[in-house]
């Protein structure tokens, strides 16, 4: 990893950024709970009004499809953005390669 001026970065400066992005994606993915949460709880509120533009079907459909839509397509770019933070596969990533390595070393020396 090369910082802006194309210098390698420091032990400290990559774990540093590492801390960023890992908070950053976890901002991000509080975000996404705390605003599907309201949007998927308030969904009756607009069914129960009674007002004639609520009342047509195209509209509700509207309001469906954003009420739905809104946390897949989001959903979407969050996983995209876990990927990126945490590598292509946070669960079987490099260390657990390192530790299946050395527990496989151990029992067959």
Known sequence: MKSKNNQP????????KRVKDIKGFYGHLAAYVIV??????????????DNT?????????WIDWNIFGTPIIWGIFLVV???????????LGKKWEERQIQKYIEKNP
């Open 9 to 16: 970065l420091s032990s400290f400066e990559r774990a540093q």
């Open 36 to 49: 599907i949460l309201i949007v998927l709880t308030t969904r009756g509120r607009f069914m129960s009004i």
């Open 53 to 61: 533009i609520f009342q047509n079907s195209e509209y509700l459909n």
């Open 81 to 91: 953005h876990g990927i990126r933070v945490f590598g292509k596969n946070p669960f």
